[in-house]
Each structure stands twice: as structure tokens, then as C-alpha cells.
């Protein structure tokens, strides 16, 4: 615990606890509509915005919001319109935005070690200014995502049903979307762009295991980001590795965990009860082979 005594091990635990807490409670709405991989596709557009940051001599992480939120929002409106073409639109808006990612960064004077800290994360490149970031903006997103919980939960479960309801199924899909947005460009620092999509839905996934309501689940899921982030950067500060790989192992082995664990806890449960005998009743006649 000593490495935690030093001013930028505390930056990138804090960073981490935040997006470790905001990025369930976002991903939780993305599990529900089925969208798990879109915070994979909307890095890939933050990376765009990353290459044109260092390209112009301008704040990476401020270009990268705008990129991605404008990349969102297509995303959104590509969905929305629901054709058939709408996949091959978001691959191609996906590849395009990695490759323009690259061959910006290329262009500009940043070196491969740049390049890799925003793919995969870094624990020494997290300043003060870039905390305040991640702290105003992952507070008002977990903030949103809680307050907004009833409304955004309808729209997930029946888009249809909502929109009857009278709820501005159009504003909320968007708040989904630009809150994505966000959620990526701000954990770029501490989790990497490539990653942080796991940390959106694995937890997810894991409290799935052992909860059945959704307040529960999201609370579970929470609490799981929150081990996650402060583990992974721990074990990425003890053993040199890449925060957002440390953080998204620990994530899945969590889930591992979890799902063998809850698999025999119902095995046994299923031994333990012997299942009733039936038993007929008066008036029923039970027929036999003659």
C-alpha cells in the first residue's frame, strides 16, 4: 500500500472508483436493450478524437468527447430509424473511427507509448485537471442514471409502452447515448478506450447471477465495478500491468466466480427439496390399460 502514498497512485485510485461505480449503472440500460457492444464501437470513434487532440495541440480528452458524443448521437439516430442497413452504417462508422484514430496519432508527434495509454489505460498520465473531469462528469452520470432510473428502465424494457406513456422516448435514447459517450472519453485515462466497454457490461452481467430485481441488480452491479476499478489498479500498480487489463480480468474472474457459485448453490437447493409426489384428487379417475 505504500505505491498509494504518491500523488498520482491516489489521481488513478479515485478515477477508478468513479468509473468503476458510473459505468455499471450505465451499462445496466445498455444490458436491458441489448446493446452491450456499443460502448466498444462509440471507443473506436473516441479514438478519432484522440489523434485530432494530439494532432491540433489540443486537450485529447476534450476533442474526444465531442467526437464521441457526435458519434453517439449518429449511432442513435442509425438505430432509431431501425433499416436493414443499419448494421453495416455502425461497422462502418466503427472501423472508420480506429483507423482515423491511428493515422491521426500517427500524423501527429505522439509515440506508441501515447497511443497505448488511451487504448489500455495508465496510472501515471492522470493530472489533477483530468480528475476534476472524471469526477464532475462521472457524478452527474451516476447522478442521471439513478435519478432517471423509472423512466429509462421503461423505455429499455418496452420502448413502445413508454413512448405511449407519454415519456420522451427520444430525449432519453439520446441521454443514453451522449452519457456513453461521455462514459468512454472519460475512462480512457484510467481504463483505456478498447476496455471500458467490459466494465459497462460485465458486472452487469455477473450481478445477473445472484439478483432478480433490477434495483438489486444495479446496486450489485455497482458495488461489483467498485471491487473491480480499486483492485485492478491496485494489482496494476504491484505488478506493472495495464490498469484497464487488470481491471477487466478481475472483472471477468469475478464473473466466473460468481456463475460456478451460483450454479452449485442451486444444484443443492434442487437436492435439498424433494420434489412433491402428485396426488390425485377425489374426483379425478385415473385410467389404466384394460
Known amino acids: 500500500m505504500e505505491l498509494f502514498q504518491y500523488p498520482y497512485m491516489q489521481r488513478a485510485l479515485i478515477a477508478a472508483l468513479v468509473i468503476g461505480l458510473a459505468a455499471p449503472a450505465l451499462g445496466i440500460y445498455l444490458v436491458q436493450r441489448r446493446l452491450a457492444l456499443i460502448g466498444d464501437g462509440i471507443g473506436h470513434v473516441a479514438l478519432t478524437g484522440v489523434g485530432a487532440g494530439l494532432l491540433l495541440n489540443r486537450s485529447p480528452v476534450l476533442v474526444a468527447v465531442i467526437v464521441a458524443t457526435a458519434g453517439a448521437i449518429a449511432i442513435e439516430v ?9 448494421d453495416l452504417a455502425l461497422a462502418l462508422l466503427f472501423y472508420g473511427g ?3 484514430g491511428v493515422m491521426l496519432v ?3 508527434d505522439a509515440t506508441s507509448a501515447t497511443l497505448n495509454a488511451y487504448l489500455f489505460g495508465s496510472l501515471i498520465t492522470i493530472f489533477p485537471g483530468d480528475l476534476i473531469t472524471i469526477a464532475v462528469l462521472g457524478t452527474a452520470i451516476l447522478v442521471a442514471m439513478i435519478a432517471l ?3 429509462l428502465f421503461a423505455i429499455s424494457h ?3 409502452y413508454a413512448r405511449v406513456s407519454g415519456l420522451p422516448v427520444r430525449t432519453l435514447n439520446l441521454l443514453i447515448a451522449v452519457t456513453t459517450a461521455i462514459t468512454v472519453t472519460i ?3 484510467a481504463v483505456g478506450v478498447l476496455l471500458i466497454s467490459a466494465l459497462m457490461v ?3 452481467a455477473t450481478a445477473q447471477q445472484v439478483t432478480r430485481g433490477f434495483r438489486s441488480t444495479m446496486t450489485a452491479a455497482m458495488a461489483l465495478g467498485l471491487f473491480a476499478a480499486g483492485t485492478g489498479v491496485w494489482v496494476a500498480a504491484t505488478a506493472d500491468t495495464a490498469p484497464g487489463a487488470s481491471v477487466v480480468l478481475l472483472a471477468i474472474a469475478s464473473f466466473l466466480v460468481v456463475a460456478v457459485a451460483a450454479g452449485v448453490w442451486r444444484r443443492l437447493r434442487r437436492r435439498a427439496t424433494p420434489a412433491a409426489a402428485p396426488t390425485a384428487e377425489p374426483h379425478e379417475v385415473v385410467l389404466g390399460s384394460s
Open 158 to 160: 418496452d420502448e413502445e
Open 98 to 100: 480506429i483507423a482515423g
Open 202 to 204: 460485465v458486472p452487469v
Open 187 to 189: 475512462a480512457m485515462r
Open 106 to 108: 500517427g500524423l501527429s
Open 78 to 86: 442509425v438505430r432509431a430509424r431501425g433499416r436493414t442497413s443499419g
Open 149 to 151: 432510473r423509472p423512466a
